[in-house]
C-alpha cells in the first residue's frame, strides 16, 4: 500500500493554463475534481508569480478556481500508472495514487535546446529559464543579456527582462524577416494577438533586434563571457552576463506515451472533444500541439466539459478552437527551425548534458535507441528531454518508447514506503554516475 | 523591499529575498550548482524542473531540483558534496 491515496471524478494533471480551464470547466458541472502539479503554486510557466496579478485574465481564472471546489495536490510528479485509473506521483510527503474516472493530460511544454559550442557553460540558458529565474528572485538590473533563438516567447522574455531592469543588448530571432512579416499579416485578424504583439514592440523600442540571426558559440571558462552570432554570413561576437536563448517549444507527451496514448509527429493524437486514442483519457494544450496561451484554454475547456457529459457545450468552443489553431499552424510555419542551424552543432559539442556525450560519439550510431545503448546518451536524470528533441532535429531521430517512473524517482517511492527522515536518498537514473 | 532570509550555501550564509527559489540562491552565492560528468560546471538550463542541472543536495535530501524549491530560512543548500 502507497502511504496515501486520492480520488475523484476528474483528475487533471498539470495547472497551466488548459489545466485550470478543464478542471474549472468540469468542476462547475458538479464533478469532484482534482489537479496535480510538480510545482507549488498553480498557473504553470506562463502564468507563474507575479506575472499572473498584472494579467486580467490570468487573475480571472485564478480566481474563478477558488470559487469551485476544486483540490489542489501541489509539489507531486507523477511518475507512473500501477494499474487502471490510478496514477502515482511522489509529493512532498512521499508515494500518493489518485483514483480517476476521467483524466485530462495538461503537461505543458518545455523549451528546445540546440547544442552549440560553449552552450554548457553556465549562464547560458533558456529563454523561459532565465525569465522563470528572474521571477524566482534572481537579481537582473544592469545585467546584460542576449536573447535567442526562435518562436514568440523570445520577444516576451525580452520584454520582460527589459522591464525588469536588465540591459537587453540583441535579440536574435533565427527566422527570417520575410516569413515573420506573413505572420505578421495574418495577426491582422487576431485582434488580440496583434495588440500583443505592438505592445512588446512598445516595449522593446530601443532595443537591438535582428531577424535571420543565431549563436553559434558561447564562450567563456566555466561562465558566459561572450557570445558569437551568425548573422548574414559574418558573425559578431557579443559579450554579456547572460544568454537567454530557447528554439521554440517541444510538447511534453512523456506521460501520455506511458499511458498508451497514440503519439503522433511529437503531439498527443486528439479527437475534436479532446479525447485521446485511450478511454477516458483527455489532453489539451501544448502536448496535443503548440498553440499558445489562448488555444490551450479554449482545449481546456472543451476537454473538461467533454469529461463531465457536456458534449454540446463543448461543441460551441470548436469555431474558436478551430481559428486559434490556424494561427498556431501558421506560428509552427514561421518559427520552422533553418537547415543551416544543423551546422551549429560541432562534433566536439556535448549533446546529453547528463551523461556528457557528444555529437561525434552519438553520430557514431545509427539510431538512437543504438546511441542510448552504446554512448548512454539520453540515459541520465533527464531522460533525453533534452537532447532528444535536439537528436531529433539535428539526425531525424525519433525517442524511444516510455518506461516507468518517466521521472528519476526515490527508491522509497517506488518500494512504496514513507521516505526516510534523513540520510542519503538515491535516485534510479541516478545509479550510473555514482 | 521584500523580507529578507539567510540560507546557507556549501556552508556559507547568502542572505535573498523571501520567495527566492534555491537555484537563484546559488547563483547569487557564486556557486555551480554541480560537476558534470567530465567535471564541467553547470548551472540552471530549463528552469523549471525538467533538466535536472541544477540539482543539488538541500537538507540533506541529494538530487533535488533547486529551481523548484524556494528557500526557507535556514535551508542548507549543498553542491559540492
Known sequence: ?434 | MSEQISVLVNGAPCIVAKGTTAAVAMLIAGAECRASVTSEPRGPLCGMGICFECRAEIDGIAHRRSCQIVCESGMEIRTDV
Open chain 1, 1 to 434: 500500500m502507497s502511504s496515501l491515496q486520492k480520488q475523484f471524478d476528474v483528475l487533471v494533471v498539470g495547472g497551466g493554463p488548459a489545466g485550470i480551464a478543464a478542471a474549472i470547466s468540469a468542476s462547475e458541472c458538479g464533478a469532484r475534481v482534482g489537479v496535480v502539479d510538480d510545482n507549488f503554486a498553480l498557473g504553470g510557466q506562463i502564468w507563474r508569480g507575479e506575472h499572473a496579478k498584472s494579467d486580467s485574465k490570468a487573475s480571472a481564472w485564478l480566481q474563478r478556481v477558488n470559487a469551485t471546489a476544486i483540490e489542489f495536490v501541489p509539489g507531486v510528479r507523477i511518475i507512473d500508472q500501477p494499474k487502471a485509473n490510478v496514477l502515482r506521483g511522489e509529493g512532498p510527503s512521499g508515494c500518493i495514487d489518485i483514483l480517476y474516472r476521467k483524466l485530462i493530460l495538461a503537461t505543458g511544454a518545455r523549451e528546445r535546446f540546440l547544442p552549440f559550442p560553449g552552450w554548457t557553460l553556465q549562464n547560458v540558458m533558456g529563454a523561459g529559464a532565465l525569465q522563470a529565474l528572474v521571477k524566482g528572485g534572481l537579481p537582473i538590473r544592469g545585467k546584460r543579456v542576449v536573447v535567442a533563438g526562435t518562436g514568440p516567447l523570445l520577444l516576451a522574455v525580452a520584454a520582460y527582462l527589459h522591464k525588469a531592469g536588465a540591459k537587453v543588448l540583441l535579440i536574435c530571432e533565427q527566422a527570417s524577416r520575410t516569413s515573420l512579416a506573413r505572420l505578421g499579416a495574418r495577426l491582422l485578424i487576431h485582434r488580440g494577438k496583434l495588440a500583443q504583439a505592438l505592445s512588446l514592440r512598445k516595449d522593446l523600442a530601443g532595443v537591438r533586434s535582428l531577424t535571420g540571426a543565431w549563436p553559434i558559440a558561447a564562450e567563456g571558462n566555466g561562465v558566459l563571457r561572450s557570445v558569437v552570432i551568425s548573422h548574414r554570413g559574418s558573425t559578431e561576437m557579443v559579450d554579456c552576463d547572460y544568454l537567454a536563448c530557447g528554439f521554440h517549444l517541444v510538447p511534453n507527451t512523456e506521460l501520455a506515451s506511458l499511458l498508451g496514448c497514440r503519439v503522433q509527429d511529437g503531439r498527443v493524437y486528439v479527437d475534436h472533444f479532446q479525447r485521446t486514442s485511450r478511454a477516458n483519457i483527455f489532453c489539451a494544450g501544448e502536448p496535443t500541439g503548440v498553440g499558445g496561451v489562448e488555444l490551450a484554454v479554449v482545449e481546456g475547456q472543451v476537454a473538461g466539459l467533454a469529461a463531465v457529459g457536456q458534449e454540446d457545450r463543448a461543441m460551441k468552443l470548436f469555431r474558436p478552437r478551430r481559428k486559434l489553431r490556424r494561427f498556431a499552424q501558421a506560428l509552427d510555419r514561421t518559427f520552422a527551425l533553418r537547415p543551416e542551424l544543423r551546422q551549429v552543432t560541432q562534433p566536439q559539442t556535448i549533446v546529453c548534458r547528463c551523461e556528457d556525450v557528444t555529437y561525434k560519439q552519438i553520430t557514431q550510431h545509427r539510431s538512437w535507441r543504438a546511441a542510448k545503448l552504446q554512448t548512454r546518451c539520453g540515459m541520465g536524470p533527464c531522460q533525453g528531454r533534452v537532447c532528444g528533441p535536439a537528436a531529433e532535429f539535428l539526425l531525424g531521430w525519433t525517442p524511444d518508447s516510455v518506461r516507468p517512473p518517466v521521472f528519476p524517482t526515490l527508491l522509497s517511492t517506488i518500494s512504496e514506503m514513507p521516505p526516510p527522515e534523513t540520510g542519503v536518498v538515491e535516485s534510479v537514473a541516478m545509479r550510473g554516475q555514482q
